[in-house]
């Protein structure tokens, strides 16, 4: 089934940790998206990659850095996460034919750094 | 720049009432979509409805309408019959040739 996957779906972690956050997938989309966006607030644009090798920040100053090495995977990584990590990260893709698409989001990582 | 307002921080609907979510934007663009997604509570982020600049006609999905006009860069989100289930946030979109912009979020509450 078409669908797209990020885990861990919740991860509590300590101050100065590494840590990859994952998200593929299975639509053949080439774009994709990571947002920010604390519990029940607006989305923040991080990173964006409309296909492999290429990648973009988004509107608002990350830490994080993403790679797209397959079309399928696009992982966010914090070299040493602080407590101003700490929210929900959620991916998403759109397909090919321009940026009118849908985006299409996953179930989201809710970042807890302590 | 293209910029999407959702003046209503939070709404409140009764059960089987219609309520009516508010967006604007601004564009100098002449070809683009806009989207309506909800976001239940702890659940993933889904399309309710999208509009394409060009038609003039208003989009419907089902309970779900909206009222697109152009000119006055409106494109508001109607809910009839409203459920306990429409209880969300919802976020209105913007697609562009080089942009997707989402709006600020509304939540709506629906009372049984």
């Known amino acids: 089934e078409a669908d797209i996957y990020q885990t861990p779906r919740y991860l509590v972690i300590g101050t100065g940790k590494k840590i990859t956050l994952e998200c593929s997938q299975t639509m053949g989309h080439d774009k994709m998206y990571w947002y920010q966006q604390d519990p029940g607030m607006e989305l923040h644009l991080i990173h964006y990659?409309?296909?492999?090798?290429?990648?973009e920040k988004g509107d608002l100053s990350s830490e994080s850095t993403v790679s797209r090495i397959r079309t399928e995977h696009f992982p966010l990584t914090l070299e040493s996460a602080r407590p101003s990590h700490t929210s929900q990260y959620l991916c998403?893709?759109?397909?090919?034919?321009?940026?009118?698409?849908?985006?299409?989001f996953g179930p989201g990582t809710r970042l807890t750094v302590l | 720049a293209q910029t999407v307002t959702q003046s209503q921080p939070e709404m409140s609907v009764q059960e089987a009432e219609t309520v009516t979510l508010s967006c604007t934007y601004d564009t100098s663009e002449s070809d683009y979509y806009l989207f309506w997604y909800k976001q239940p509570p702890s659940r993933q982020m889904i399309l309710v409805i999208r509009?394409?600049?060009?038609?003039?006609q208003n989009a419907t999905e089902n309970r779900f309408s909206v009222n697109f006009q152009k000119a006055a860069k409106s494109f508001s989100l109607k809910i009839s019959d409203s459920q306990l289930g429409d209880a969300a946030m919802y976020f209105c979109a913007y697609s562009g040739t080089y942009k997707y912009i989402f709006g600020t979020g509304t939540r709506l509450k629906v009372l049984a």
């Open positions: 998403a893709s759109s397909g090919a034919g321009g940026p009118f698409n849908e985006q299409f």
């Open positions: 990659s409309y296909g492999v090798n290429s990648t």
């Open positions: 509009q394409e600049a060009y038609k003039q």
